[in-house]
């Protein structure tokens, strides 16, 4: 075996696979706030609390009602989804036509109003969540120990996203919504119900944070402040992908997912900070991002 | 990004106006300091604002014509925000003296600030023992635990069990930086090794690729010199990546009763942790424990709290000694010259460098068999008296020693 800067490649290979599941969280975040920004012009930063809504959803279930982890990944989503689209048909629909920072302020205060809530019942430290018993157990790979949990994490998140990326860029309903939100008058013209798709669109945004959420659940603790650690880190991803952009997100969250893994071998002090380092040398170089389409 | 609004919780205890001594401003104001948003606010948080009234409310501090006022605020765990409250409450509100403030890194800049203008510091939510060592000063007291006597307990009881080779996880901040010294010290006294360390951001959300470098380095024990939600998912996440069943053990050495509650017993089970108080341990703090929870969401009181309220309790006796809260050195002296005695750490001493002397108590976590009721949690493994349980007056380099 290889060795590289003292780091045996053992170790440099679990390390990878690490960053590749903590991308797989950053990416599909990251989707959901392309998506919302990209048709809706709304920079959504309730997205943190809407993930971790997702997964005190996956709680209630199992504590009130009994279901299990298999249930809570199709329910939590729908429950947080239908929230999402309150939210939108309330607040939301007046703020199109103004400027970015009124929704980034009405979104920033909702994500306030909700943490705020939960921390006021449930405290900071967090509730259990339990891995289904089917995923319990890992598999020895030789250079580490793979969670089965973990490896299905990635596979789901990689399968959702890429399924996104294809109903947005490749079928005729991912064309409606890209026209309207190019031409909403000229679309609506053609007889489509504009204002119910972007509804639609928003409330499909938040159910991508609300799965991430009940995703996130037996690996993180359920706390009502695990949205505010990553939200920051996402909207970094966002803008290092380009505003807007889905394939962007998708392949910056997972490549600056192991960049920040590899950030925790080589230098772990500053594994918080390198996102925001090259989020900074990225703006300089590309002001719209890697993928972004330059206004 | 989280926090934006530092929250002021204002409680005014009691006050009958009818001052029979002289109190700056007519009356005695406290202040407690600490984490009520974080990953900190359910160890002290409100927590630590209710043990304080409390401890106003038992001394009977109305009856005896003192008039005491409590408030609270956040400081998200950032010291800059921290001294911005501390001056202002210094300076503008006329508070008297400050009390809790978790977190190190904001203890010791609080610690400055209120050595020059000449008031009093009680500690109980911060654990580096450089508070009573190079940075002791004569306005502050540390109360309820330090990283020194951490390492001690947990430290030393894990080596002489046999797990002599180290490898910490440490929060890269003082806090963690001072665990890690004291426990390493202690590791190597007591003839361990250590093989290794990482230093992860505070606070941290994944620590998988930490916990893969420990399981790398083959240590025994894996050291966890992190706290709050840090070590929670510290520990959730070793066990997920089979680090104990692959023979390797982990020591939470700072480790609260909210803590365990969080991580339930099933995952809780085992961890050896040292603390300075446990609400099951006697009648006392039982029946303290009953009054408290039922007013802080169910939370069950931890070393903390309990530290806040023995805390406030001494400075109170040592105020109405005086007949004055003006000059803070005096305070801490008389405070000092007096021996502690309250229901829930009993008699004691405050030494000279500020450290608050009392018995230590090793505890470990029950399994969830073993466990009767809710936060039934802990069984007692060892008490570590009071003359073993700190660094030695001589070790800590103190200047207020020397002179």
């Known amino acids: 075996m290889f060795e590289l800067l003292g780091i045996s490649s053992q170790a440099l290979f679990g390390q990878l696979l690490i960053g590749l599941i903590n991308g797989s969280f950053y990416a599909l975040l990251s989707l959901g706030l392309a998506v919302i920004f990209g048709m809706l012009n709304i920079i959504n930063f309730t997205h943190g609390a809407q993930y971790m809504l997702g997964a005190f959803t996956a709680y209630f279930l199992l504590l009130y009602a009994g279901l299990g982890y298999w249930w809570a990944i199709i329910v939590a989503p729908l429950v947080v989804g239908i929230t999402g689209i309150i939210v939108e048909r309330l607040f939301l629909q007046w703020l199109y036509k103004l400027d970015h920072l009124y929704g980034l302020l009405l979104t920033f205060g909702l994500a306030l109003i909700f943490e705020g809530t939960f921390r006021n019942f449930f405290g900071s430290s967090g509730l259990p969540y339990s891995v289904p018993p089917t995923l319990q157990g890992g598999q020895n790979l030789g250079f580490m120990f793979l969670p089965n949990y973990r490896a299905w994490v990635v596979v789901f998140s990689l399968a959702v996203c890429l399924t996104t990326w294809f109903v947005i860029e490749r079928t005729k309903l991912g064309s409606y919504l890209r026209a309207a939100t190019e031409n909403p008058t000229l679309v609506r013209a053609f007889g489509i119900n504009v204002p119910r798709m972007i509804t639609l669109t928003y409330g499909f945004g938040v159910a991508l944070a609300a799965l991430a959420g009940v995703m996130a659940a037996p690996i993180y603790n359920v706390s009502p402040q695990m949205g505010a650690n990553l939200i920051i880190v996402v909207f970094a991803v966002v803008v290092i992908g380009g505003m807007g952009s889905i394939m962007g997100a998708i392949v910056t969250g997972f490549g600056l997912g192991i960049i920040e893994g590899l950030t925790k071998v080589f230098f772990p002090e500053a594994s918080n900070t390198v996102i925001f380092i090259i989020m900074a040398i990225v703006l300089l170089i590309r002001p719209a991002g890697l993928f972004g389409r330059s206004a | ?403």
């Open chain 2, 1 to 403: 990004m989280k926090r934006l609004f530092s929250l002021t919780a204002l409680a005014v205890v009691f006050g009958c106006g009818c001052a029979e001594a002289q109190y700056s401003d007519g009356s005695i104001k406290i202040g407690v300091m600490n984490d009520m948003s974080g990953t900190y606010s359910d160890l002290s948080g409100q927590g630590s604002v209710l043990a304080a009234r409390m401890a106003v409310e038992d001394f009977g501090a109305a009856a005896k014509g003192m008039k005491v006022e409590i408030v609270g605020a956040d400081h998200q765990n950032k010291p800059d925000v921290g001294s911005n409250v501390v001056r202002t409450w210094i300076d503008v509100d006329k508070v008297d003296v400050i009390v809790d403030v978790p977190t190190s890194s904001v203890a010791l800049a609080v610690n400055e600030i209120v050595r020059d203008k000449n008031k009093v510091f009680l500690v109980s939510g911060a654990a580096a023992s450089d508070l009573t060592g190079p940075k002791c000063t004569p306005n502050t007291i540390h109360w309820t635990y330090d990283t020194w006597a951490l390492a001690n307990g947990t430290g030393k009881a894990i080596v002489k069990t046999g797990g002599d080779t180290w490898f910490f996880l440490t929060a890269d901040y003082a806090f963690g930086h001072a665990l890690e010294r004291d426990t390493a010290a202690v590791v190597e006294k007591n003839g361990g090794k250590v093989l290794g360390k990482v230093r992860h951001p505070f606070p941290g959300t994944d620590f998988s690729s930490f916990l893969l470098q420990a399981q790398a380095s083959k240590a025994k024990i894996i050291g966890l010199a992190n706290a709050g939600a840090d070590t929670i998912n510290s520990i959730k996440q070793a066990s997920e990546f089979g680090i104990t069943q692959g023979g390797q053990n982990l020591a939470a050495l700072l480790a609260f009763i909210t803590d365990v509650h969080a991580l339930g017993l099933q995952t809780a089970q085992g961890l050896i942790m040292t603390e300075a108080w446990y609400w099951d341990l006697n009648d006392a703090n039982r029946e303290f424990a009953k009054k408290f929870a039922p007013q802080d969401k169910g939370v069950h009181p931890t070393m903390i709290h309990a530290g806040v309220y023995s805390a406030v309790t001494h400075y109170l006796k040592a105020v109405e000694a005086l007949k004055s809260d003006a000059d803070g050195k005096a305070i801490v002296a008389k405070m000092k010259e007096m021996p502690t005695d309250d229901k829930l750490f009993g008699k004691g001493t405050v030494r000279a460098d500020g450290r608050k002397i009392h018995p230590m108590y090793l505890f470990e976590v029950k399994k969830p068999a073993e466990s009767k009721a809710a936060w039934d949690y802990y069984k007692l493994r060892a008490t570590i008296p009071a003359d073993e349980a700190f660094r030695p007056l001589a070790d800590g380099g103190c200047p207020l020693v020397k002179s």
